[in-house]
């Protein structure tokens, strides 16, 4: 059982705000940060926040990222088609000694 | 700009050992972690695990007993062995860059490459 949480799934129409959630559930989590990654199909995940907010260079601020202490956030607005593909969160858990990556969540764009 | 490509065998079979390596180009190698993570078809991301340029690594602890990962720093290499391997282990396998602190995410991935375990 991941100690990150997501939904399986999360909708929206064209031009609309999502958010997808990203539960912790272990205190091991600590002052671990979380980042997280878009998959697209048939292409390798790509970083879209890390540091619980922040955007690498290249990535629209129509993503953000918001962590409080026992969850974290991923916001897209103005939704597109291309948007359409898997959201992982993912954070180190000094219990495991190891990185560990949410469930995933399916966006899909109606 | 860095780029990481995976290698190795598309099938093995039931109880062998899978060994995958990974080529980084383009830039530093002796400053990242270096990292393995896999995808089973409609499953989500594992992560493996990751190695230093100096040896020292952290696994998994659910595959710890059959991963071993191993670097070659003159060929900014790194490789992955999974021994044992069952129809479980059926995945696209990815490498990618860690960056703790400083990023605190894997910034860079390779393409990925499918791994069939089957006779």
Redesign the interface.
């Given at each position: 059982q991941s100690v990150l949480t997501q939904p399986p799934s999360a909708s929206g129409t064209p031009g609309q705000r999502v958010t997808i959630s990203c539960s912790v559930s272990s205190s091991n989590i600590g002052r671990?940060?979380v980042?997280w990654?878009q998959?697209l199909p048939g292409t390798?995940?790509?970083?879209l926040i890390?540091?619980n907010n922040q955007r690498?260079s290249g990535v629209p601020d129509r993503f953000s990222g918001s962590k409080s202490d026992t969850s974290a956030s991923l916001a897209i607005s103005g939704l597109q088609s291309e948007d359409e593909g898997?959201y992982?969160c993912?954070t180190?858990d000094d219990s495991?000694?190891?990185?560990?990556?949410?469930?995933?969540t399916k966006l899909t764009v109606l | 700009q860095v780029q990481l490509k995976e290698s190795g065998p598309e099938l093995v079979k039931p109880s062998e050992t899978l060994s995958l390596t990974c080529t980084v180009s383009g830039g530093s190698f002796s400053a990242y972690y270096w990292t393995w993570i896999r995808q089973p078809a409609g499953k989500g991301l594992e992560w493996i695990g990751r190695i230093y340029p100096t040896g020292n690594t952290d696994y998994n602890l659910s595959l710890k007993s059959r991963v071993t990962m191993s670097v070659d720093t003159s060929n900014n290499q790194f490789s992955l062995t999974l021994t044992s391997v069952t129809a479980a282990d059926t995945a696209v396998y990815y490498c990618a860059r860690d960056v703790p602190g400083a990023i605190d995410a894997f910034d860079i991935w390779g393409q990925g490459t499918m791994v069939n375990v089957s006779s």
């Amino acid at each position: 059982q991941s100690v990150l949480t997501q939904p399986p799934s999360a909708s929206g129409t064209p031009g609309q705000r999502v958010t997808i959630s990203c539960s912790v559930s272990s205190s091991n989590i600590g002052r671990s940060t979380v980042s997280w990654y878009q998959h697209l199909p048939g292409t390798a995940p790509k970083l879209l926040i890390y540091w619980n907010n922040q955007r690498p260079s290249g990535v629209p601020d129509r993503f953000s990222g918001s962590k409080s202490d026992t969850s974290a956030s991923l916001a897209i607005s103005g939704l597109q088609s291309e948007d359409e593909g898997d959201y992982y969160c993912a954070t180190w858990d000094d219990s495991l000694n190891g990185r560990v990556f949410g469930g995933g969540t399916k966006l899909t764009v109606l | 700009q860095v780029q990481l490509k995976e290698s190795g065998p598309e099938l093995v079979k039931p109880s062998e050992t899978l060994s995958l390596t990974c080529t980084v180009s383009g830039g530093s190698f002796s400053a990242y972690y270096w990292t393995w993570i896999r995808q089973p078809a409609g499953k989500g991301l594992e992560w493996i695990g990751r190695i230093y340029p100096t040896g020292n690594t952290d696994y998994n602890l659910s595959l710890k007993s059959r991963v071993t990962m191993s670097v070659d720093t003159s060929n900014n290499q790194f490789s992955l062995t999974l021994t044992s391997v069952t129809a479980a282990d059926t995945a696209v396998y990815y490498c990618a860059r860690d960056v703790p602190g400083a990023i605190d995410a894997f910034d860079i991935w390779g393409q990925g490459t499918m791994v069939n375990v089957s006779s």
